[in-house]
């Protein structure tokens, strides 16, 4: 039951430019988590906005929430090619089968060039 | 150092003979889950367990049990393995019960079944 949708797939940069990536979802959620993935290693959590928040930081990384258009962007700011990874958008649900349980995208794979 | 731990890291097998994927964390969290990861599917939850004794079954458990009988690990284990289940395996858990905050990765196994 995938819930959340990352746009774009896959996004290339140059070093110093700002990577944006964007998350859709479908139902009503407790809170939404950002994950990165480098290449088949696990996953690292990177942060957590809950429904009733509308934008965290977290050094270089900006979150914003807008659950009336079910969506979420992050925002990497001066992006270094250490950044080159996975990103995935997860959502925890406030009902049903998967309340409370983590609901993936099939993330977004950034690439950053030296 | 808190962490999840998982044994093996890699492992091919053949169709049929029984296998156990270990998980360990020493953070004393009460949540624990099991992922797999695909190409192109992302990841989808296979068990998870939310205290001592209590396992429930995510979106993909077919061929996959759990158990719990300590609180640190969270074996996953295939009795006959096919070669769809060859994939990248994740471990997870997280303070609280159910996924309402962050989740600790561990660094994955990856399984081939011939």
């Known amino acids: 039951s995938q819930q959340g949708e990352e746009d774009p797939q896959a996004l290339s940069i140059q070093e110093g430019e700002n990577a944006t990536m964007n998350c859709s979802y479908k139902?009503?959620?407790?809170?939404l988590q950002w994950y990165r993935q480098n290449s088949g290693r696990g996953l690292v959590h990177l942060i957590l906005?809950?429904?009733?928040?509308r934008e965290k930081h977290s050094g270089r990384l900006r979150v914003t929430l807008d659950t009336s258009k079910k969506s979420s962007s992050l925002l990497i700011t001066a992006s270094r090619a250490a950044d080159t990874a996975s990103y995935f958008c997860?959502?925890?649900?406030?009902?049903?089968?998967?309340?409370?349980?983590?609901?993936f995208g099939k993330g977004t794979k950034l690439s950053v060039k030296p | 150092e808190a962490q999840v731990t998982q044994n093996p890291r890699y492992l091919i097998t053949v169709t049929g003979k029984k296998l156990t994927v270990t998980c360990s964390q020493n953070?004393?969290?009460?949540?624990m889950s099991w992922y797999r990861q695909d190409p192109g599917l992302g990841l989808r939850q296979i068990y998870y367990?939310?205290?001592?004794?209590?396992?429930d079954k995510g979106d993909v458990p077919e061929g996959y049990k759990v158990s719990r009988k300590e609180k640190r690990n969270f074996p996953l284990i295939l009795e006959s393995p096919s070669p769809n289940q060859t994939s990248l395996y994740f471990c997870?858990?997280?303070?609280?019960?159910?996924?309402?905050?962050?989740?600790?990765f561990g660094p994955g196994t990856r399984l081939t079944v011939l």
């Open positions: 997870a858990s997280s303070a609280t019960s159910r996924g309402y905050n962050e989740q600790f």
């Open positions: 139902t009503s959620i407790n809170n």
């Open positions: 906005i809950r429904s009733n928040e």
């Open positions: 997860a959502t925890v649900l406030n009902y049903g089968g998967s309340q409370g349980n983590l609901i």
């Open positions: 953070m004393n969290h009460e949540y």
């Open positions: 367990s939310m205290n001592v004794e209590v396992t």
